[in-house]
């Protein structure tokens, strides 16, 4: 027993030294030499988080993307705000702080892995390995060509590229939590005690805030788990996981809402490719059930240990969401391969575990043997990761880039005003300034789906017109446009050129040029005539009439221009003079959260067909209007929600401890 724990305590410290030898470039990593990697939002959203570290409350609203949205809108938060908290305390940029936060997540999951592995698997030994095999090889890469051919070796680890290349720190750390979440979520079925209930509610919370694809995984783990673990309970095994996963919800509804949850239902499916459920889909899922059903009978026929039978359905399920994506066009759900780390730890669960069991029935020399062989072509292949990670993980001197330098200028001569800044670009803009930009941030969180009709337009269309046309009507009052021979790494106009000579150029550098959108005002408010507003919103970025007619009555001198001044992130006041039937048209997204008063009173508000604010003030002639963003009636809910949630937990403490 003594030499069990020996164990147990060395063998996570080999794997933890080996990963850090892996991701030690990454802690001391402030901005990362490839630009294209979306990892600028969440610096951006820490960077944030660390300001407001002794005001959160201001927090509320987040108005530098997409015209405004709740801050829980910019991402599910565990990662920026730990980052930010990192930031505020040590007084490292945010930058640093995310790629330490990113990097300490990386050297974790393993670590988090062999906890499972040990918890379920009672084999310190074998934990070892499936946790060392995880850290140090891919099994996406051997089995998805393209994954392959992307980064580019057999031997190449995809967990470190995603990482470090393509800027998943959330998955990664959400990666941290699943682990630990499974084996507290089978120790709460097999063993019942309320601590563990309530830790594996905690960490399945942490999993979700993290990453939304945490969710899934979750859900595939809880699936496998129910079909192996106690299955003479499954029924009540079923209720106390649905329990534990309500309550979980609840306890984090405030920072993950069901807003949130609706945005990225309704974005999700159309990010990157068109990931829609069809027939295909469902087809997809009765291939993935048959199979699960089948594996499950003749691993249950085999007698096959629990923690073998969890891992392979686990790995089936995983693997199939994705290699059914990948060889078969077949989505299941949206992104399928995302997936591909939590297959790689599935299927490094199963191949070791089932390793274990074929090496129990061979001569002991025979194990002793595969051991010895197995740990030096993981040795080896740690060392390969080390220089391949020195390859890979590259720094920049980020103030002679371009994004710098486009920040810098925008913050000295465009006083604030709202700019679209066109591809990567835009990911690392507001990392250096807080000038709002017309479409920021990440799409899948979105609450107006309008925003991305704008941007698709603003990219696609070859009419200079119609370009400028949305760019007024959402009060965006500069486009920067990266031309074919930009550093640029998307080049997402279709044609670049098409406002040369349509719009004044304010500043250009190699192939980079800015160009002013003229307005009569440069307001976020504009008093106009209710007839004009937006009615329907737009089928498509083509579908311009209604939006004509509200840009026209922008920059018509018919009505009195109106003033909007910040008072903090999540309220204003506006200065406008009204005459009857007239409205305030703002350029900032509406959300029910958003209250106007005049005098004290408050003022009915509503959506355009543009998903922005409108006011409707009672007043005539000189009116000061006071808007203020309070999170509305769901953000009460969800803290209440909350509250009763840690209420019920502590009820169901007491009693327990009453019925001893």
């Not at 026929?301 to 994506?325: C, D, E, M, N, Q």
């Not at 920040?407 to 990911?427: H, P």
């Not at 009857?580 to 509406?590: A, D, F, I, K, L």
């Amino acid at each position: 027993m003594v030499r069990k724990w020996r164990e147990a305590g060395l063998y996570p410290a080999v794997i933890l030294a080996v990963n850090i030898l892996i991701a030690r470039k990454l802690f001391g990593l402030e901005y990362s030499a490839n630009l294209a990697s979306n990892e600028g939002e969440f610096i951006a959203i820490a960077r944030q988080v660390a300001a407001h570290l002794t005001r959160p409350g201001d927090l509320l609203w987040w108005p530098v993307w997409d015209c405004g949205l709740p801050f829980q809108n910019t991402y599910l938060p565990l990662l920026p705000v730990l980052a930010g908290l990192l930031s505020g305390l040590t007084g490292h940029s945010a930058a640093l702080s995310f790629h330490q936060v990113g990097a300490a997540a990386f050297c974790l999951g393993p670590v988090a892995l062999y906890a499972l592995a040990w918890g379920i698997g009672r084999s310190a030994g074998a934990a070892f390995f499936a946790a060392l095999l995880y850290s140090v090889f891919s099994p996406c890469v051997l089995l998805v060509p393209a994954i392959r051919n992307d980064v580019g070796s057999l031997w190449n680890s995809r967990r470190l590229q995603i990482l470090s290349y393509y800027g998943e720190a959330p998955h990664t750390l959400s990666l941290v939590f699943v682990p630990l979440a499974i084996l507290f979520l089978c120790l709460a079925i097999t063993r019942g005690k309320l601590w563990q209930q309530v830790l594996a509610g905690i960490l399945s919370g942490a999993a979700v805030l993290a990453n939304a694809f945490g969710t899934v995984i979750l859900l595939l783990a809880g699936i496998s788990l129910l079909a192996t673990v106690s299955t003479e309970r499954a029924w009540k095994n079923l209720r106390l996981l649905a329990a534990i996963g309500v309550l979980t919800y609840l306890w984090i509804s405030p920072l993950a809402p069901p807003s949130v949850l609706a945005a990225i239902r309704m974005n999700s499916p159309t990010i990157g490719a068109d990931y829609r459920f069809t027939a295909r889909s469902l087809a997809g899922v009765a291939i993935l059930t048959a199979g699960f059903i089948m594996a499950w009978c003749g691993m249950s026929k085999a007698k096959w240990p629990a923690h073998l039978r969890f891992s392979a359905l686990f790995a089936l399920l995983t693997g199939g969401i994705v290699l059914l994506g990948w060889f078969g066009n077949i989505y299941v759900v949206p992104q399928p391969h995302r997936y591909q780390i939590a297959m790689d730890m599935a299927i490094s669960l199963a191949v070791i575990f089932a390793a274990k069991e074929w090496l129990a029935k061979a001569p002991r020399r025979t194990g002793s043997i595969v051991a010895a062989v197995a740990l030096a072509a993981l040795a080896i292949e740690a060392r390969h990761q080390v220089h391949y990670a020195r390859g890979l993980i590259r720094s920049v001197d980020i103030t002679r880039t371009v994004p710098y330098r486009v920040a810098q200028w925008v913050t000295a001569n465009l006083d604030d005003n709202r700019v679209m800044i066109g591809g990567a670009y835009s990911f690392y803009f507001n990392d250096f300034t807080d000038t709002p930009q017309l479409h920021g941030g990440q799409e899948p969180m979105l609450p107006n789906f309008v925003m991305r009709i704008a941007a698709f337009t603003i990219y696609s269309v070859k009419s200079a017109e119609i370009t400028t046309l949305w760019l007024k009507a959402l009060g965006a009052h500069a486009i920067l446009v990266p031309g074919p021979h930009s550093e640029e790494f998307y080049k997402p106009f279709s044609d670049p050129g098409k406002l040369n000579g349509f719009l004044p150029v304010l500043w250009q550098q190699d192939d980079d040029t800015i160009y002013s959108v003229p307005a009569r005002s440069m307001s976020l408010a504009h008093v106009i005539d209710a007839r004009s507003l937006v009615r329907d919103r737009p089928i498509n970025g083509l579908d311009t009439a209604q939006i004509e007619r509200y840009v026209k009555a922008l920059d018509s001198p018919d009505f009195p221009e109106a003033a909007w001044k910040w008072n903090t992130s999540h309220s204003a006041t506006i200065h406008a003079s009204l005459a009857p039937g007239q409205v305030v048209s703002t350029q900032v997204t509406y959300h029910p959260g958003w209250h106007a008063t005049w005098n004290g009173v408050a003022q009915p508000t509503h959506s355009d067909g543009l998903g922005l604010l409108v006011v409707q003030p009672a007043c005539q002639g000189s009116c000061d209007l006071t808007l203020w963003f309070d999170g509305g009636t769901e953000w009460r809910l969800t803290l209440w929600a909350s509250g009763a949630a840690m209420l019920a937990v502590i009820v169901i403490g007491a009693v327990r401890l009453r019925r001893r």
